[in-house]
Structures are given as structure tokens and as C-alpha cells.
């Protein structure tokens, strides 16, 4: 089988093209998506409401900034998020500002001040010229076997942007661990988004990886005793930059969008919404993508999925297609919910996850891959009472992650 690569890209500093640190200023400017001011913390009862949601909040991200000091310069905001080694940059700055003494002082003002400093500075230091991020895609190649280390390890936190509030509250968190408050419980902003981009290159490929999502699709993966979406891989035509999201970094190298987790803190439990590109867009999990997004944008190539409770909800008022293929995706669930991305989660019994069910172990002892062997028991309905890093996992666990590495160098 033709070997596909994926790659995690470290969206920002986002040196390729003309974009520069420098022309986008603090990132707090942009405010959390519209979608989420409006919330009102109420569960959604039904797919299609929270589905519905889970478009606009989407589409919201995907919504072009433009640059304080270069009209011309639009970017989704999601390109403007935080990733893992700015966090720990900005937190190395803030601490080495402050004495143990004023650890208290820590307020959002100083954050601010700091976040002002990285926009600066990573336009200006020498550690972050372009061929550094050059040799982090490189370094970040992943073949289809993914390595666990790799994912779990920093090369996997690297792929994680998060925004001023998601910030915010992993500075607020660290600062009491610090001070001897136990670090096992953490509870992010309602505004807190946790974003995972997935890429894969394009330049000097023939084919592109496509995994049609419709019921027979769906039927034939419940079928199979792997559940692995490499079972129901197809190739298609490399797609154009107006069918696909596509970076290129100065040297040349072209990376195309595959797929876009996203996760946001509206619910207790949080609302968790993949989106994943296809050939045919408009039918099952993109039959129902809002009229209001069918405009010039490149989203209206991504299907998406998501879910807000470990339970299944039920349908409410869907197309025909997406009620087919999401009953056929649901059928082997036990009455759980379910979402997976088929360019990001590629592990054994992968595709018939749910997001919710593998992250309620974030921050414990808990493997990914015990999880994904025991999916009945551990994995998809709701396993314990306590959530140490609020389903991140990125924060903390057997494998090490950011708030490991920060506290570890305090
Ligand atoms: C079998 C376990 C598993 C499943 C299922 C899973 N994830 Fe994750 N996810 C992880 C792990 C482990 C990480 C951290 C390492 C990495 O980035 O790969 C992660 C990272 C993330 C992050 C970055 C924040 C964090 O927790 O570190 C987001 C956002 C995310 N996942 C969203 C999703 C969404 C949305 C789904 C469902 C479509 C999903 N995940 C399904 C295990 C899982």
C-alpha cells in the first residue's frame, strides 16, 4: 500500500508565506467566537441542535482576522491560537519576572504584558528563524503506525493551540500547583478552546488519502474486526487550494488541512467537534452544514462530526443521509455516543470512539492503548467521577505533557 504521511504542524509563529508575528499583534484582541457568547450552558438535547452548534462554532473559527497593522493579511483565527511552546515561553517569562515572594501578583494585567512580549518576540528572536519550523514538519512526519511516544510525547503536545483563556487558566492552575495546592484538578474558562490541526503534505505526492463516511462505509467498518479507518481507504485526486486548506512554508513544501479537532469548554463536560475533509462534501456528516456557511469558503469541503455526552442523543430533525449513517456509526455503541475523525484517529478500534470517552482519562494513568483495547469498559460511557486535567491531555500523564515539562522547570 502506497505509504501516506501525516504530519502535526505547529501553526504558529506562522512564518511561511508573508505572514509575520509582528502584523498580527496580541492575540487577545480576538475574542472568543461569537457562537460562544451567545451559549447559555444548557445541554443540547438533540444531534441536530448541537450539531447545528457545532457548525457555527466551526465556522466562527474559521472566520478570517485581518491584521492590525496590514489590512490586507486575513488569517482564520484559529491560526492565531497559542501552541505548546509558546505556552511554556510566555510562562518561563512570567515566572523569571516574578520573585516567589510576588507570586500572587500574578493577574491577567502581567499576562498581557507578556503576551505582548512573545507577539514581539517571535518575530525577533534568533531561536525561531524559519528553518526551525522546517525541521519540526520534518521531524513530525508520522506514518500511519503511530508511534504512542510520538503522540503522547512533545512532539505530540506541539500539535496544541489554545486560546487566551485556555491560557489563562493553565497559568491560573500551574501558579497553585506551584504553591503546594494540588495540581490534580483543574477546571478551564467556559471560553477555554483546545484546538489539534492535522496536516498531511501535498508537493511531490500522485494520490490523496479520502474515507467516504456513509453508511455502507460505516457498516463495513463495524464489520471488520479491527474498526481501523485504514480499512476503508480510498485515493483520490491531490485537491486544489479552493477544495482545501493549504499552507506553504518558505522553502516550497505545500501541507494540506485534513482534519481539525476542536473542543470548547461550553459544557461541563465540553463540547468536542472534529471536522475532516472530503471529496463529497454535502452528504452524511456534511448534509446538514448551515446554509449560512455555503458561501466562498474553503469549510464547505469538511464533513464534521461531534458530540457533548457520553450517551447517545437522539436525532432530532436530520437529512436522510446523515440519519443513515449516523444510526449505522451509533449501532455497535452501546448506547454511547459517537465522533471520530478517520484522518486523525488511527489506532485500532479507532473509529468507533467518541472523543468524550477516551478523554475522561486525561491526566490519569490511564493508556491510550488500554483504552482502545477495552473501548466497552473504559471507553466510551462515562468511567469515573474525577477529571484531573479536565480531559486534557495535553496537561499531564504517564507520558509526560505541558504542565510536566512547565512545573518541571520551575
Ligand atoms: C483513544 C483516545 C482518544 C480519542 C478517541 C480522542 N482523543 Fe483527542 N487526544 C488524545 C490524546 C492522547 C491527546 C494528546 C496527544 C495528542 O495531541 O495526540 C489528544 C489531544 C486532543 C486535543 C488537544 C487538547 C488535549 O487534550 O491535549 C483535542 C482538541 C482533541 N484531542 C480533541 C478530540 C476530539 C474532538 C476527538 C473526537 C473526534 C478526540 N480528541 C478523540 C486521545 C484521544
Redesign the pocket.
Known amino acids: 500500500m502506497q505509504r501516506v504521511f501525516k504530519v502535526y504542524l505547529f501553526l504558529w509563529p506562522i512564518h511561511f508565506s508573508a505572514v509575520n508575528a509582528m502584523d498580527i499583534g496580541p492575540r487577545t484582541v480576538f475574542g472568543k467566537p461569537k457562537v460562544i457568547e451567545r451559549q447559555t450552558k444548557e445541554p443540547f438535547r438533540e444531534k441536530s441542535e448541537e450539531r447545528q452548534f457545532a457548525w457555527r462554532l466551526a465556522a466562527d473559527l474559521w472566520n478570517q482576522h485581518y491584521a492590525a497593522s496590514e489590512k490586507s493579511l486575513a488569517i482564520p483565527q484559529w491560526q492565531a491560537f497559542y501552541d505548546s511552546a509558546e505556552i511554556k515561553r510566555l510562562f518561563r517569562f512570567l515566572y523569571n519576572d516574578l520573585s516567589d515572594r510576588n507570586l500572587n501578583d500574578m493577574n491577567l494585567e502581567k499576562m498581557i504584558s507578556a503576551e505582548e512580549w512573545n507577539t514581539e518576540a517571535v518575530g525577533r528572536v534568533a531561536s525561531w528563524p524559519d528553518w526551525r519550523l522546517e525541521n519540526l514538519l520534518r521531524s513530525l512526519y508520522v506514518g500511519f503506525n503511530i508511534d504512542e511516544r510520538r ?2 510525547g512533545l512532539a ?2 506541539s ?2 493551540l489554545t486560546n487566551g483563556k485556555g491560557f489563562t487558566s493553565l497559568m491560573f492552575h500551574l501558579k497553585n500547583c506551584r504553591n503546594g495546592y494540588r495540581c490534580s484538578e483543574v477546571n478551564f474558562a467556559s471560553s477555554s478552546i ?3 490541526a492535522a496536516w498531511r503534505r501535498i508537493d511531490g505526492e500522485s494520490t490523496f488519502a479520502h474515507f467516504p463516511t456513509n453508511q455502507r462505509t460505516l457498516m463495513s467498518l463495524n464489520q471488520s474486526d479491527t474498526s481501523n479507518w485504514q480499512d476503508v481507504l480510498e485515493f483520490t485526486e491531490i485537491p486544489t487550494p479552493d477544495k482545501i486548506f493549504t499552507v506553504q512554508t518558505a522553502s516550497g513544501s505545500r501541507f494540506a488541512l485534513v482534519g481539525m ?3 470548547s469548554k461550553v459544557l461541563k463536560d465540553w463540547l ?3 471536522l475532516w475533509w472530503s471529496n463529497e462534501p454535502d452528504s452524511d456528516f456534511g448534509a446538514d452544514r448551515p446554509q449560512s456557511l455555503q458561501e466562498k469558503s474553503v469549510l464547505t469541503n469538511y464533513k464534521l ?1 461531534s ?1 457533548s455526552t457520553f450517551e447517545r442523543l437522539p436525532h432530532g430533525r436530520v437529512a436522510k443521509s446523515l440519519e443513515l449513517a449516523s444510526d449505522e456509526a451509533h449501532s455497535s455503541s452501546l448506547g454511547a455516543s459517537w ?3 478517520p484522518y ?2 488511527q ?1 485500532e478500534h ?1 473509529a468507533k ?3 468524550i ?3 475522561q482519562h ?1 491526566g490519569t494513568k490511564v493508556k ?1 492503548s488500554e ?2 483495547e477495552n473501548l466497552e469498559t473504559l ?1 466510551l460511557l462515562r468511567n469515573r467521577e474525577d477529571f484531573p486535567s479536565d ?5 499531564g500523564g504517564p507520558a509526560g ?1 505541558l504542565l510536566d515539562d512547565i512545573v518541571g522547570e520551575l
Open positions: 503522540v503522547r505530540g503536545v500539535k496544541v483546545w484546538v489539534k479537532h476542536i473542543m468536542w467537534v472534529t462530526c458530540v465522533c471520530s475523525n486523525i484517529e489506532g479507532n470512539t467518541n472523543c470517552g477516551c478523554h486525561a491510550q483504552i482502545l471507553g480531559y486534557v491531555w495535553s496537561l505533557g
